[in-house]
């Protein structure tokens, strides 16, 4: 989880992209930490998923994360889930008025899914995880117009993780000079327990 809100708050390039995958990773590992014991897991998966559920959740998430090229070209995307399809669709009709546009979106999402034209290329593919999603978009997104204005529309967003801003407090509480010389895994050790520990109150 301080991974994603980490990623979720760097300066250096729009992360909308990752945020689905982020929260679908973080229940994953806490999955794997605990064996996939769902007696273990549970208590803290079911916390994270109903604050996803009520306060995070957001069409734009999971239509970034179609638009993403870094999971296009990855053999285990979650791109053809029903809930991302959906909330691309309603992306769609949400930001672009047009019906006859809203159409041709639809059509063009089978090009960018099948990888034809511009997004054969392998360059695309190289370049898919290495370049910032919407200047990819620019670069390679010419096979599918009205998608590409689209994704750079929606993948130009900024998130941030202020929602969590409290926990970042955790981070510093632990990492101060008395204690700044902790190894580096006693110090996730800590801020994992702490963390896991304000989760439980809530």
Same mark, same amino acid.
């Given at each position: 989880?301080? @991974?994603?809100?980490?990623?979720?708050? %760097?300066?250096?390039?729009?992360?909308?992209? &990752?945020? =689905?995958?982020?929260? =679908?990773?973080?229940?994953?590992?806490?999955?794997?930490?605990?064996?996939?014991?769902?007696?273990? &897991?549970?208590?803290? %998966?079911?916390?994270? /998923?109903?604050?996803?559920?009520?306060?995070?959740? @957001?069409?734009?998430?999971?239509?970034?994360?179609?638009?993403?090229?870094?999971? $296009? &070209?990855?053999? +285990?995307?979650?791109?053809? /889930?029903?809930?991302?399809?959906?909330?691309?669709?309603?992306?769609? %009709?949400? $930001?672009?008025?047009?019906?006859?546009?809203?159409?041709?979106?639809?059509?063009?999402?089978?090009?960018?899914?099948?990888?034809?034209?511009?997004?054969?290329?392998?360059?695309?593919?190289?370049?898919?995880?290495?370049?910032? %999603?919407?200047?990819?978009?620019?670069? +390679?997104?010419?096979?599918?117009?009205?998608?590409?204005?689209?994704?750079?529309?929606?993948?130009?967003?900024?998130?941030?993780?202020?929602?969590?801003?409290?926990?970042?407090?955790? +981070?510093?509480?632990?990492?101060?000079?008395?204690?700044? @010389?902790?190894?580096?895994?006693?110090?996730?050790?800590?801020? +994992?327990?702490?963390?896991? $520990?304000? $989760?439980?109150?809530?």
């Amino acid at each position: 989880l301080i @991974r994603m809100l980490c990623i979720m708050d %760097t300066d250096r390039m729009p992360s909308i992209g &990752y945020v =689905y995958d982020g929260m =679908y990773r973080a229940r994953r590992a806490i999955k794997n930490i605990f064996k996939n014991k769902k007696k273990l &897991y549970k208590p803290f %998966t079911s916390i994270i /998923k109903d604050r996803w559920d009520k306060k995070l959740r @957001r069409d734009i998430h999971a239509a970034a994360y179609l638009l993403n090229p870094a999971f $296009l &070209y990855d053999k +285990f995307n979650m791109c053809t /889930k029903k809930e991302i399809m959906d909330s691309f669709v309603e992306m769609v %009709t949400t $930001l672009i008025s047009d019906r006859d546009i809203q159409r041709k979106c639809i059509d063009e999402v089978a090009i960018y899914q099948d990888r034809l034209g511009s997004f054969a290329r392998q360059l695309a593919f190289d370049s898919s995880k290495s370049m910032q %999603t919407d200047e990819w978009w620019r670069v +390679f997104g010419c096979s599918a117009p009205n998608i590409q204005s689209l994704a750079i529309k929606i993948l130009s967003q900024t998130s941030s993780s202020s929602g969590c801003e409290r926990n970042w407090s955790v +981070f510093e509480r632990i990492h101060t000079k008395k204690r700044n @010389r902790l190894e580096h895994q006693r110090l996730n050790d800590l801020v +994992f327990v702490h963390y896991n $520990l304000r $989760l439980k109150e809530r």
